[in-house]
Every structure is written in structure tokens, then in C-alpha cells.
């Protein structure tokens, strides 16, 4: 049996970590402030929960 395929010319991946080009600025301050976001609402769900027990 012999496999055969076809590789089709196409420009390179776009994109952050793990893509071939390096992210942008403004890419790298949102994806931190949603990341900031997402930690400051984990310390407050945290604290809130151990106040209600």
C-alpha cells in the first residue's frame, strides 16, 4: 500500500505563542489584562466564599 499527499503552498501561521510570528503589543496587554482580571475574580470569589461559612 502506498500513501501519497499533496502539500498546498500557503502563507505562515499568524499568531502569539506557538505561532511562527511574534504577537503584537496591543495582543500582549489584553491577553495580560484578562489574565489579571481572571485572578483578581478568583481572590474575590475565594474570600467572599470563606465569608459566608
Do not use: E, H, P, Y
Amino acid at each position: 500500500m502506498n500513501a501519497s499527499f499533496t502539500v498546498l503552498a500557503g502563507a505562515a501561521a499568524r499568531g502569539g505563542l506557538g505561532g511562527s510570528q511574534l504577537s503584537s503589543t496591543a495582543v500582549t496587554a489584553v491577553g495580560g489584562a484578562m489574565a489579571a482580571l481572571a485572578a483578581c475574580t478568583g481572590a474575590f470569589l475565594i474570600t467572599r466564599r470563606q465569608r459566608v461559612q
